[in-house]
């Protein structure tokens, strides 16, 4: 037996595991560790931030949400901040990009500013229906630049962030801190739309997919346009296979970001030789986990991985729940009726909607099971607190295949390495 030890919430449970598992690789290569300060020394594709803060009166920096505190924020406000100073800059605004999430209290801003924050500066918390200002301009594919107020009337912009996969927008990152972070839910609803096409799910609209991926492009389009009369300044910090900050890009909007996501594709993709019969993963524990609507990331990391009908054991703490009042409904309807759910986010999309009549969909021929200490969620499997419950319920007691094991879900994605 194999001892695996799953985060689960701000816990960590270990478990002797009856099964084979699979062997599982990463190809990071020479990637170097950088810290924040240091990658501010060396932009790609841009000026310097002291040689754009020179004349800037009026500088936003754009700020990611509590639930992506596993990107060690505060170290990246500091670092800008202090890279600020250096050119005389003493007031600043921060506006946290919540997109649609829920508005922050007043101490999750202040865990997520840290010492960046100073005490003439302004704070902002982004919500989607308030303080908007329409631009005027539309995207290719429809989609209105509607962006917050504060943001507009900057005259440099500064995109903090991290680079992961992820399951809408192939990879976070870059010009997500603008749609959705800081857009108008009109526009938030308008780019996500398009990965619903006449009741189906888009093929491309996945993890790790840029090139054809209509979200995607649609949302580079969109932070194009906003940004083409500012000036501008990302930095975004690379995680590792664990989901600890590794690496940072600095610089051009566009070019560091795509820099950034070559390091990410080396160092959070899990690589195997062939596909398993059964996955077991934990989303990596607190804030990966701290509700259903976060760690359904877990899942779509190991979809590449698993054989047409192979089982999941999700391994998540879910401190709030399902996260969404939303997210919990479009559950349990389209598990009680698809085709109704299905009706319902053509008539009216949201994106907590979406992701959870997409992991109905995604999960319906398969096995699968979510070990939790929250029994108060819907999920289209079996709920339990017992990882060895969970496992007899996707595999049965004879099982005789092969298992993989990912315990940092959020943090990565599995794929099988080509012949």
């Not at 005389?88 to 500013?113: C, F, N, P, Y």
């Not at 900050?245 to 051009?252: I, K, L, N, Q």
């Not at 109704?340 to 959870?356: G, K, M, Q, S, V």
Request: hydrophobic share 40%; net charge negative.
């Amino acid at each position: 037996m194999t001892t695996l030890n799953l985060k689960t919430g701000r816990e960590e449970i270990s478990w002797e595991c009856p099964i084979q598992l699979l062997k599982t690789a990463t190809l990071a290569g020479e990637i170097r560790a950088v810290s924040a300060s240091d990658a501010l020394n060396c932009p790609t594709g841009s000026l310097d931030l002291k040689e754009l803060a020179e004349d800037a009166d009026n500088v936003a920096i754009l700020v990611p949400d509590i639930t992506r505190s596993w990107q060690d924020i505060p170290a990246m406000c500091s670092a800008i901040r202090k890279g600020l100073e250096e050119t005389g800059i003493d007031k600043v605004t921060w506006v946290i990009a919540a997109g649609q999430h829920r508005k922050m209290s007043v101490a999750e801003e202040e865990t997520v500013l840290g010492k960046g924050r100073r005490p003439n500066d302004n704070v902002f918390c982004h919500v989607s229906r308030e303080n908007i200002v329409d631009t005027g301009k539309i995207t290719s594919r429809g989609t209105p630049v509607k962006v917050e107020r504060h943001v507009f009337e900057a005259d440099l912009v500064v995109l903090l962030g991290g680079i992961c996969y992820h399951d809408l927008a192939g990879f976070a990152g870059g010009r997500k801190i603008i749609i959705p972070g800081v857009s108008a839910r009109e526009s938030v609803q308008a780019n996500h739309r398009l990965g619903l096409v006449e009741k189906r799910f888009h093929e491309k609209v996945k993890v790790g997919e840029l090139e054809e991926n209509p979200v995607a492009l649609d949302m580079e389009e969109y932070a194009r346009i906003f940004l083409a009369d500012k000036k501008s300044f990302l930095l975004n910090v690379v995680t590792d296979a664990m989901g600890r900050p590794y690496s940072y890009v600095t610089g051009d909007a566009f070019k560091a970001w795509e820099r950034g996501v070559r390091e990410a594709e080396a160092l959070q993709t899990i690589w195997i030789d062939e596909l398993a019969d059964v996955a077991i993963v934990s989303c990596g524990g607190y804030p990966y986990d701290l509700d259903l609507y976060q760690a359904t990331k877990a899942l779509t990391a190991v979809y590449d991985g698993l054989r047409q009908s192979g089982g999941i054991v999700l391994v998540a703490g879910l401190e709030e729940g399902m996260g969404t009042p939303v997210f919990d409904r479009f559950m349990r309807l389209a598990m009680d009726n698809f085709d109704a759910a299905i009706d319902e986010l053509e008539e009216d999309f949201t994106i907590p909607a979406y992701i959870a009549t997409k992991t109905v969909y995604e999960l319906k021929n398969r096995k699968c099971a979510l070990v939790t200490q929250n029994k108060d969620v819907a999920f289209p499997g079996l709920i339990t607190n017992d990882v060895k419950e969970a496992l007899r319920h996707v595999a049965g007691t004879n099982f005789e295949g092969k298992a993989l094991f990912v315990p940092t879900g959020n943090a990565v994605h599995v794929k099988i390495k080509e012949v």
